[in-house]
């Protein structure tokens, strides 16, 4: 007789599966035993996550053996009641032991001579008295020995009837129970309704695979910079002397003794404009005889470039030095001229400041195209780590106020960020969702294949760490622990069961036939008790 485990259907957890993919490939084996093959899973390496997985199989009234290699997740696989073993070739030991010891050496060193034709010889006939079996196998034993098997042959014959007429009976009675012990069926239809919720989540450079438990995933950190430098014109303009007012002035001598003028003597205006001698000149004496002033005349240049240095005749009247001025009379008998002024172009803080916003405009512009090349907006989403590019030098040729045409700054400018894939958030959010979801509703599970994720939003950054919130929607389809259901429906009367029923959570219609009609009540058996669960119904929520 064929063992059990011939029946069980086998199903393979990939290495990359997490516990809901694996719940899925399960639902489609409910209620028959299911080998589930998972070597080299780490979601079965977590054992909250083997608790999930028992407490679903007894959902779905699967028979589950799990295959590890490891001997951590099967030990801790056989703590929480789940069956399970190393291999493949382990489950099915058992039956190679059923199928009994294999023919014992004389039994084929037997058939084998008998086939051969060397019956005569005495080693085949020592063979098969030692093996009545194989003589009665072949059936090419001598007349004689022929004659000694019929006996065994007849009781052979007469056991073999008995067992098949006991199997047949068995079969009639078991038949017969079968329609008359008291059986149910029952068709449950579930719940199929919308859920969304707001996760929160983190993304870590340091974190190298993500962690559904925590909401922890890995990120990237970006850091770009860039390097330029920009020139623009220049818009003060202020006038400047241009040169100095140069003329002469005439030295006469108030006393008898002749007077030396230093070069470099000062001589002034009435308002206090200076001039300087050219050089130094000696001033005869007067002749207090003749009355003839002795005098001299010298070159001056002014002190103060510009047209401030221009003045008309006889406007320079006294000398800086008093001892000069009580023994001399000085005078300008025409015109200083040829002080001038220019137009002059100079740098302004304005222009600093519309030169710098302009090269880290350029520059920003620049170091967000290359973020684009880097992340693909389409695969990552990217969180700064600064409201703004950072302006990390900043150098200006000219200083403000600084004489030129045109000015010119060099800058280097720096973003920094942390990228995070939307595939991470494809893969930890159905974990996520259904560990939420196991926690806040009693009778129902979520349906992998309609989740779905909005933006990103609510970031926050510390050290390149990003927090964020997440919003997730799901299909949430009531499920009920089938084998529990039975046991406690075994027994109950009709209205017993009917308000058991109503009162399951989740239960979107219900169906129960139960026979035979003279009988009202559920089986004493709870496996004469069938449950099947339907599609089911979606409401809104």
Known sequence: MASSKSNSRTVYAAPDDEIPAIVVKLQRRRGSPVVLVANNCPALHNRENLEFLQRQA?????????????RAVRSIASDLGIKAVSSLGALHAPEQRERG????????????AVKAGVAGSNVAEKTIRATPSASVATGRTSERRGRRSLPL????????????????????????LYVVLPSAKIELTPVQRRYSTVLQLLADPQVSRLNAATGQIPAQLVALEETDELTIPATGKRNEPSGRAEGSVVFSNRISQPVVVPKGTI?????????????EVNIPPTSGTS???????????????????????????????????????????????GGGERVVTFV??????????????ALKQRVWNRLGGEVNPAEKFFVPWDDDIIVDTADYDRTVGEEGDQVTLRMKVKLRGTAVSYVYLEEVAPVILARIVENQFEAYAL????????????????????RFTLEAQSDLVSTWNLGKVRRDLANKTREEAEAYLDNLMGVGDITLEMGPDWYDRMPRLWFRISIEVVEPLQIAV
Do not use: M
């Open 58 to 70: 007894e959902d779905l009234d699967l028979d589950l053996t799990l295959v590890c290699g490891d």
């Open 348 to 361: 302004t803080e304005q222009d600093r400041l519309q030169l710098y916003e302009q090269l880290r405009e």
């Open 153 to 176: 042959d007849r009781s052979f014959s007469s056991v073999l009837a008995l067992a098949t007429l006991i199997v047949v009976l068995l079969f009639v009675v078991w038949g017969a």
């Open 267 to 279: 001589v002034l205006t009435n308002d206090n404009r200076r001039y300087v001698t050219a050089a």
């Open 447 to 466: 349906v992998p294949d309609t989740v779905q994720l909005g933006e990103p939003g609510d970031a926050g950054i510390a050290e390149g760490v990003v």
């Open 101 to 112: 010891p294999k023919a014992s050496a004389a039994d084929v060193a037997a058939t084998k």
């Open 291 to 337: 009355g003839e002033f002795g005098a001299r005349r010298v070159a001056v240049v002014a002190e103060e470039a510009g047209p401030v240095g221009n003045v008309e005749s006889n406007a320079i009247t006294h000398i800086e030095d008093q001892s000069l001025n009580q023994r001399l009379i000085v005078n300008n008998e025409w015109p200083i001229q």
